[in-house]
């Protein structure tokens, strides 16, 4: 992704789940119930559980937290039926969102989303319209002071990933879905750390809009992070791509 700043994003992320910490749980809870349903409750059998709950006990979601929503998962407590839904769309500088929808009332997730939508002068667009500019990707980040170039490159390349960037702040590993659990193990038995939090299974650009504009940049940010404040919002996604400096612009308040 030519000029674009991952770990800036990941700075803007941050800070916003340091400040809901009680959100992020709630959302990684309907996670586990869902991969818990479709793999089983044994991280040792479902590597999908295995990634999402090193995920969860990085943002330290407590034990009980995580226990009930296996369970729901597994059927051993009651538990609403969660519906994937994903609107397109959109945004500022034409800037395409590609919006992730887990919920047990998909008639409110629409509304609320709608308004969303509404409040940033933008309406849903045809499934497909956007979503056909991404691919999905398992995309695992390191902290440039966890691992030099040369040791990671080995490591992750042996253990099936299919590329790797370098940019200011750290490196960037990117993965078929299959072989994503396989990249992240192979990562803790070479004792390199990477940041388990923004390390996912998602939606990567195949095709980019080039932000050069602070106002659009920080535009889009505030559809992005209204869009998370929803519940049942699991993830956005965007193909929005800047310069460092108007990364890092866009975050200041």
């Not at 992320?13 to 959302?27: E, I, L, P, Q, Y």
């Not at 559980?49 to 929503?69: C, E, F, Q």
């Not at 695992?140 to 590329?163: K, S």
């Not at 940010?221 to 699991?234: C, G, S, T, W």
Request: net charge negative.
């Amino acid at each position: 992704m030519s000029g674009h700043s991952k770990w800036a994003t990941i700075k803007h992320k941050k800070g916003a789940a340091d400040a809901k910490r009680g959100k992020v749980f709630s959302k990684l809870a309907k996670e586990i119930t869902v991969i818990a349903k479709a793999g089983g409750g044994d991280p040792g059998n479902n590597p999908a559980l295995r990634t999402i709950l090193a995920k969860a006990k990085s943002v330290n979601m407590p034990n009980d937290n995580i226990d009930r929503a296996i369970k729901k998962g597994t059927g051993e407590l009651a538990a609403d039926i969660l519906e994937e839904i994903t609107y397109e769309c959109y945004g500022a500088g034409g800037v395409g969102l590609v919006v992730k929808v887990l919920t047990d009332n998909k008639n409110r997730a629409a509304a609320e989303v709608r308004n969303v939508f509404k409040k940033n002068n933008t309406e849903f667009a045809t499934l497909g319209s956007v979503s056909r500019n991404f691919e999905r990707k398992g995309t695992i980040m390191i902290a440039a002071e966890d691992a030099t170039e040369d040791q990671l490159m080995e490591v992750v390349l042996n253990a099936g990933a299919d590329d790797m960037e370098s940019e200011e702040g750290g490196f960037t590993v990117t993965c078929a879905p299959s072989a994503f659990a396989g990249v992240c193990e192979a990562l803790e038995q070479a004792g390199i750390a990477f940041d388990q939090e923004n390390s996912v299974v998602g939606l990567t650009p195949t095709a980019f809009t080039a932000v050069n504009d602070v106002a659009v940049a920080k535009s889009v940010n505030k559809f992005i992070a209204a869009l998370e404040e929803l519940d049942d919002v699991q993830d956005v996604f965007t193909n929005m791509d800047m310069a460092d400096d108007i990364a890092e612009a866009a975050l200041e308040d």
